[in-house]
């Protein structure tokens, strides 16, 4: 009997045996067969490892699906994930295509089979086991047509019992505690340790590797130093062995008849990055043959590209062992970098396009920046990307707060960026497809020269899967370019890694918090450990530079990008005029939410069940005690929302111009608030129309529609949200943030908060006002947990089931499916972790997440087989979804506001501003200038001072609201007023008052003509608007952008001839004379 390399099998594997030894008789007969038995061996011995490790396959139909969840899982080490992909791929190839497949490519199949049925035994049947070193077949025609013949008789009665077989293995599993598991992956990892692929297996898996890139590759076949192998027309060739001085390199990459690149190709493991040396020194010894092109004879280097591998996957933890090193000859100053896959021949052909120290020049020249993003801070961060571009900086961060126009900023760079030719296609990347229409519609909006972005380049959008030749912009989610990169089966829609060579991440935070619920574009994803973990494989997929976008960096944000770049803030934006701050917060105290709600042992309370909408009632064997964080939340209490809002209906006029963001709760709390809002207002006898207060949430029936109505319409008025509107929503009217809520998140109070900051000159709007209710304000400075938020949906789970089941469509059932999903994710973070056992049990799965997990596949007939356990799960009951009903009475304290960075009272507030300045005047170079100084101050030197102040929590503002209440007199001075009285007692006067003054100085010095009085009246309305002019007139009409574009210095020379200078002097004398 012929000898077989997997004769090691038990009997319990026998299956394993025979289909490796059917794939070793097959290689030379007819190596199709041979490589699609080995493809075989791979899925069957999948589905074992499957059963081995307990886990739950269903609704993974594909075998990169599965194998993906044991890499997740951390069951398959790299190196074993990447043969098993490998076999997948020439697997596939070969069932495709009946004429694929060489005896030499069969054999190479044969090895990865071999390595993969060694590593299997030692984990999962003896740890015992000792690896047999592989035997090539030997080509015995007549024997093996035999045993072929015997084996597919065994194999088609064992490919029938293989899952009768299986489901004895369930009987007598792995044991699954953390001890035998944790052996297991050590042995795993210790099998891949001790065992790494040799020599002929690595170049295999390399051959592969390029193969899957687009290159014709076989190391024995294609190969110059053993078979003359030349380049030729329309080919794209890794041709083996190539001559290079008196080596060879291991691979030349021909793209037709031109050499484009030079591979050195390492033993699997051994450090690679160090030997890029070698490839260079190739590269400058190519041995140049007849009828071969070099992309520039002249260079040091004969060819443009130099690679260095090992055949072993990138990671991170080993950079320097894995990988695929890479350099660019032309660019000597540009370190090497480690890639995950190699470029397509398409890949180097457009980078050879991009002439990087060219397009920097151009860059670093062009001082023209268009017209939609052309604030002094926006250029600024366009500028710094494209210094750091120039610096190879790979990875980026532009914090910048929200409202101060990221979004046009990316816009800018990206213009400038493709028109300089410095990049050849960028990737706007995106988290929810809501946010990347937004992205399409401003590239549709944002015009150059009457002409829209997106009419000069062209632009796919989110709905487009792939990119054509002429693309320059394309718009995809996170969650999209995850499955077309690493969950689904080979095809031209597997973006190679040069695909973009510029990735923009908008809203780069991302991630989820406590304080909301899972959205339906983020059920791929479990937690937030495994979406950055995704998040991440993209953007190091590519090789790309890499932008993130951000009003708000979170911990995990900097691990990724590092720190910003450039920062542009919520104050320095408020100080510079761009966004309006808030006035100091108005603080409900009422006697429920200063003592909390008791109910005491023994008590009869009333529960409220918001699944079924049911009140019942239950004696409490135990004390329970609810502080104002639990209300609305924990506890339902209408006598404190009554008592807040008959409050508030006092303070905030339902017909005012500005309009009111009311946070509550939750969608039966939002309700509750509605109706309390106009019973208050009925009671104080103003008249109220009934769509101006509404509530907006994902639970209504046209949320966007009613969005759409707040923004552009005169009703509503006043809005109640929960989570739908706290991010994405652009209302300027907004003028009033009502707090019933509670939150943890810091990012998200901020977003909140960003509601309201943009300008309104409309209306008047100058500030906004902040109303809490749940001392929120208070602990700001305890809120650490950064993380954002998204959107809730908005049927029950058993309605959008029936949808789903009645889909009319394969789009419609996808789509249904899809907010099912969603749905029962959010139910399960209600569940505590005994509900989700129980459930899990009762449905027979082995993890809830696992069973949501498979329903993403399932088709229909499959899901209408899960109506009991979705049912089962909707209406699971548990103690902790229960909300106490409270009928304790409830009653106003008082309203106060709190000033500073302790919410202090507002003559405490007065007082510690006036000890910081005293303390201070000798330590701020600038503040000194205002007290000592006054007509030598700058806007520079004024800016400094309000960022100083800012710092402490001192602003115009909040001192002109705090004189006013402590001294019950209002007087509108600016911050240099303030900062003088504090240090030398001086008396305070009104901003206008001041200016007026100082200009009837000026008015009444000279005749003026009617055309300086013109020019005088601009002075004025400059000074009401800045209270600082300049210490001299030409920095005083150059500097300041309203003069500057009406010709400065110069142009106020002609107009006031000899006394320009004089007009200044005279009015930075008397202004705080």
Not at 411 to 418: A, N, P, Q
């Amino acid at each position: 009997m012929l000898k077989t390399n997997f004769s090691y099998f038990t009997v319990e594997w026998e299956l394993f045996k025979n289909l490796g030894e059917s794939a070793e008789q097959s290689v030379y007969r007819d190596p199709n067969a041979a490589i699609v038995k080995i493809r075989s061996l791979a899925e069957k011995m999948t589905d074992a490892i499957f059963k081995l490790e307990g886990i739950d396959p269903w609704g993974l139909k594909s075998q990169v699906e599965k194998l993906n969840t044991l890499q997740n899982k951390d069951v398959l080490p790299d190196e074993l994930v990447n043969v098993f992909h490998m076999i997948r791929k020439t697997g596939n190839k070969a069932a495709h295509d009946g004429s694929y497949g060489t005896t030499s490519e069969a054999i190479d199949m044969l090895q990865m089979a071999f390595y993969i049925s060694c590593w299997f035994m030692e984990v999962y049947v003896s740890y015992d086991f000792n690896s047999p070193k592989f035997s090539v077949p030997i080509d015995n025609e007549k024997e093996q047509a035999e045993r072929i013949r015997i084996l597919e008789q065994q194999l088609q009665e064992q490919e029938k019992r293989f899952k009768e077989q299986l489901e004895k293995v369930v009987i007598y599993p792995v044991e699954d505690d953390k001890e035998n598991r944790n052996a297991r992956r050590y042995r795993s990892k210790k099998y891949a340790q001790n065992y790494p692929p040799n020599e002929k297996q690595t170049r295999i898996l390399i051959d592969e590797q390029l193969r899957n890139a687009g290159w014709e590759a076989n190391t024995d076949e294609l190969n110059y130093k053993c078979k003359k192998t030349m380049p030729e027309k329309n080919r794209k060739m890794a041709i083996a062995e190539w001559k290079c001085g008196t080596g060879y390199a291991d691979y030349a990459l021909f793209d037709g008849l031109t050499l484009v690149g030079i591979v050195e190709a390492k033993p699997y493991g051994k450090d690679i990055a160090g030997d890029l040396v070698q490839s260079k020194e190739y590269a400058r010894d190519v041995q140049v043959l007849a009828g071969i092109n070099l992309v520039n004879e002249q260079s040091e280097y004969k060819t443009p590209f130099v690679y260095s591998t090992n055949g072993r996957p990138y990671l991170k933890q080993l950079a320097e062992k894995s990988g695929i090193w890479f350099w660019d000859t032309r660019t000597p100053k540009k370190a090497s970098y480690a890639l995950e896959s190699w470029h397509s021949p398409e890949d180097l052909r457009k980078k050879l396009e991009v002439d990087e120290i060219t397009a920097n020049k151009e860059l670093s020249e062009d001082k023209q920046y268009p017209d939609f993003a052309n604030r002094y801070y926006q250029i600024e961060a366009v500028q710094a990307v494209e210094k750091a571009i120039e610096s190879d900086q790979r990875r980026m961060l532009l914090a910048m707060a929200t409202g101060t126009g990221k979004t046009r900023t990316a816009l800018s760079l990206i213009y400038r960026l493709i028109k300089s030719k410095r990049v050849r296609r960028i990737l706007f990347l995106v988290d929810r497809t809501s946010l990347g229409k937004q992205v399409a519609d401003a590239l549709k909006d944002t015009k150059i020269e009457n002409l829209s972005l997106s009419d000069i380049y062209d632009v796919k959008e989110v709905s487009d899967i792939k990119p054509e030749d002429t693309t320059k912009i394309q718009i995809a989610t996170v969650q999209g370019m995850v499955r077309r990169l690493f969950y689904q089966e080979e095809g031209e829609n597997i973006p190679s890694v040069g695909t973009y060579d510029f990735i923009v991440v908008d809203e780069a935070h991302r991630g989820y918090t406590e304080d909301k619920t899972i959205s339906e574009e983020e059920i791929t994803y479990f937690n937030e450990k495994e979406y950055i973990s995704q998040y991440r494989r993209v953007i190091d997929y590519f090789d790309a530079s890499v932008l993130g976008l951000t009003a708000t960096p979170a911990l995990h944000t900097t691990e990724i990008f590092g720190k910003p770049i450039y920062t542009y803030t919520y104050t320095d934006a408020v100080v510079d005029g761009y966004l309006v701050d808030h006035d100091p917060p108005y603080k409900f105290e009422t006697e429920l939410s200063k003592n909390g709600i008791r109910f005491n042992e023994g008590q009869e309370v009333t529960l409220w069940d918001p699944e079924t909408q049911n009140i019942d009632k239950a004696l409490l064997e135990d004390e329970l005690n609810f502080d104002v964080t639990a209300f609305n939340k924990k506890v339902i209490t209408e006598s404190f929302n009554r008592v807040i809002l008959s409050s508030l209906a006092e303070h905030i006029d339902p017909e005012e111009n500005g309009k009111t963001l009311i946070f509550a709760a939750n969608d039966s709390h939002a309700d509750m608030v509605v109706r309390l809002l106009k019973e208050a207002y009925e009671k104080i006898g103003i008249p109220v129309d009934d769509d101006a207060i509404v509530k907006i949430t994902g639970y209504i029936r046209h949320p966007n529609k009613e969005i759409k109505r707040f923004k552009n319409e005169k009703y509503p008025k006043i809005v109640v949200t929960v989570d739908l509107l706290t991010t994405g929503i652009d209302v300027p009217e907004i003028s009033n943030l009502v707090f019933l809520r509670r939150v943890r998140s810091r990012i998200l109070y901020d977003q909140m908060l960003g509601r309201a900051t943009r300008l309104c000159p409309d209306i008047g709007k100058t500030s906004f006002k902040v109303y809490d209710a749940v001392h929120l304000y208070d602990t700001l400075q305890e809120i650490t947990d950064m993380k954002p938020l998204v959107a809730k949906p908005n049927q029950a789970a058993m309605d959008i089931y029936d949808a789903t089941i009645n889909a009319e469509n394969d789009e419609a059932f996808g789509f249904y499916k899809a907010e099912l999903i969603a749905k029962l994710q959010r139910r399960k973070q209600c569940l505590s972790e005994k509900a989700k056992v129980e459930i899990s049990e009762l449905n027979h799965v082995e993890s809830l997440d696992q069973w949501l997990q498979s329903i993403k596949m399932m088709s229909k007939k499959e899901l209408e087989m899960q109506s009991e356990n979705i049912q089962r799960m909707t209406e699971y009951k548990t103690s902790e979804q229960t909300m106490y009903i409270s009928e304790a009475p409830d009653e106003l304290l008082f309203v106060e506001r709190g000033y500073g960075e302790g919410n202090e009272k507002p003559s405490d507030y007065l007082n510690s501003f006036n000890t910081f300045v005293r303390e201070n005047i000798n330590l701020i170079p600038a503040l000194q200038i205002v007290v000592n100084r006054p007509k030598d101050l700058t806007r520079e030197d004024l800016r400094t001072i309000e960022l100083k102040l800012r710092e402490k929590r001192y602003d115009e503002t909040s001192l002109q609201t705090a004189w006013k209440n402590a001294k019950n007199e209002y007087i509108a001075a600016d911050i240099i007023s303030f900062i003088r009285q504090a240090a030398l007692g001086s008396p305070l006067v009104d901003h206008e008052t001041r200016i007026k003054n100082a200009m009837h100085k000026v008015y009444g010095v000279a005749d003026w003509t009617p055309m300086q009085e013109k020019w005088l009246k601009r002075i004025e309305e400059q000074l009401l608007q800045q209270p600082v002019l300049g210490p001299d007139a030409q920095t005083a009409f150059d500097d300041a952008g309203v003069f500057q574009q009406n010709g400065g210095y110069k142009r106020m020379k002609a107009v006031f001839g000899d006394q320009t200078n004089s007009i200044v002097e005279t009015i930075n004398e008397n202004l705080y004379a």
